[in-house]
Nanobody, 122 residues
């Protein structure tokens, strides 16, 4: 049984930084398209970033230049370094894995975690 778990969310002031982590059991991230999406209350799901097993990285326009995705293959952990955070980044952030990356989103969303909340105060 595959389990995906996120951590690292929290409350931060605008301009601050957070690093999200995502681990999995029963799944090797390096074999998939893996990444993050977010969803704020009352809003649609928004792709954030995706990392393909080839090493290619993709970012949504709204986070490009501020967020960085990476993977530690030994630890089977992916990270999302978020810098220069803005109040509009406030959302539940989900880690996900799929077969490939499409429009900065792991596709299809075969596996996902329960999410970690990121709140950015102004």
């Amino acid at each position: 049984q595959v389990q995906v778990e996120e951590s690292g969310g929290g409350l931060v002031q605008a301009g601050g930084s957070l690093r999200l982590s995502c681990t999995a059991s029963g799944l090797t991230f390096d074999d998939h398209g893996v990444g993050w999406f977010r969803q704020a209350p009352g809003k649609e799901r928004e792709a954030v970033s995706c990392l393909f097993w080839t090493g290619s990285k993709y970012y949504a326009a709204s986070v490009k230049g501020r967020f960085s995705i990476s993977i530690d293959k030994v630890k089977n952990t992916i990270y999302l370094q978020m810098n220069s955070l803005k109040p509009e980044d406030t959302a539940m952030y989900y880690c996900a894995a799929g077969d490939y990356c499409e429009d900065s989103l792991p596709t299809p969303l075969n596996y996902r975690g329960q999410g970690t909340q990121v709140t950015v105060s102004s």
